[in-house]
């Protein structure tokens, strides 16, 4: 089984509440599919379906490896650099 070894960079796990959409998309006024949130920072971006790709685009420019997924009811995240899915649990 593949593993992340970008786990040590994970600061953020909790999402916001609300969240308004992609940060990058509120701006220039574009549309997205599927919201993220970096793990490592907790902008919120746009899913590689949406038209601008803003998550993964964040993660390759800010170096931010793991995103997680922002949507209801979705708790997975996803490793960039190791293309793998995970769920972090939470802490006890």
Known sequence: ???CS???S???TTL???IAGCEECLKIGSRWVHLRMCMSCGQIGCC???PNRHAS???ATA???IARSAEPGEDWSWCYVDEVAFV???AE
């Open 63 to 65: 170096d931010h490896p």
């Open 1 to 3: 089984m593949e593993a």
């Open 57 to 59: 685009r964040h993660a």
């Open 6 to 8: 970008h786990l040590d």
């Open 48 to 50: 590689d379906s949406s």
């Open 16 to 18: 916001p509440e609300p």
């Open 88 to 90: 972090v649990q939470p």
């Open 10 to 12: 994970i600061r953020v």
